[in-house]
């Protein structure tokens, strides 16, 4: 069965430092998602790809996070410079985009910021 | 914008008592709704599905139904299992975005 590859799965970094994580979506999903989910809460979206673009990064901080997704498939989320607040799960999603199909989460990876 | 807010957790059960977890949205425009589930350390897993108004996604037990006039998409099971016990979501997708609700904590006791 196809589903969303995540890496790391878990990652210790101290703060200051520089992280990336890493998203291969399900084969032909136009719409890749990361989302930031902090202990205890709901996932918050971060960006949004559709194909290589950016749909919507509102709720990105720039200042510190990037996201891209150069050939429209796999993406990289970095973060530079870590800080102690940035301690949660990152999740990757897929989807095709269209309205009734629902998004394949990963596994997500575990930042700890110390 | 368009939210979705469910009921807080965490919602205790003994075995095979019955299970509802409120979900109410607002949106803009039309929206297909779902309910996920996360178990430790795990990502998320759509659990059930609705499209349009009044259609029931089902899946393992577990029932919702489109209602439009409430706005609502609650979530039922009628025989709980230890093995349930998770975080459910609930989601809408609206034009090209997907929300999540804050989630709510299902215990189940044998």
Redesign the interface.
């Known amino acids: 069965e196809a589903e969303?590859a995540?890496s790391p799965r878990y990652k210790i970094t101290e703060k200051s430092q520089a992280v990336a994580f890493w998203c291969d979506p399900i084969s032909g999903h136009a719409?890749l998602?990361w989302?930031r989910q902090i202990l205890?809460?709901?996932?918050?979206?971060l960006v949004?790809f559709?194909d290589e673009s950016v749909?919507?990064d509102s709720q990105l901080p720039k200042d510190r996070f990037s996201a891209e997704r150069l050939k429209g498939v796999d993406s990289t989320l970095k973060i530079q410079p870590a800080e102690l607040g940035d301690s949660a799960m990152y999740?990757c999603?897929s989807?095709l985009?269209d309205?009734?199909t629902?998004?394949?989460?990963?596994?997500?990876t575990?930042l700890t910021v110390v | 914008g368009d939210s979705v807010t469910q009921m807080e957790g965490p919602v205790t059960l003994s075995e095979e008592a019955f299970l509802t977890i409120n979900c109410t949205y607002t949106a803009t425009g039309y929206p297909?709704l779902?309910w996920?589930v996360q178990y430790p350390?795990?990502?998320?897993?759509?659990l059930l599905?609705a499209?349009k108004a009044d259609d029931k996604g089902s899946n393992k037990g577990f029932e919702a139904t489109y209602r439009k006039e409430t706005t609502s998409f609650h979530l039922e099971k009628g025989s709980v299992q230890v093995s349930d016990s998770a975080v459910y979501?609930c989601a809408l997708?609206d034009t090209?975005?997907?929300?999540?609700?804050?989630?709510t904590r299902l215990q189940v006791f044998p």
């Open positions: 969303v995540q719409t998602y989302y205890g809460q709901g996932p918050e979206l949004q559709q749909v919507d999740l999603a989807s985009g309205r009734g629902e998004a394949f989460f990963g596994q997500g575990r | 297909s779902f996920y350390g795990e990502g998320l897993q759509l599905k499209t979501f997708f090209d975005k997907l929300i999540f609700g804050t989630g």
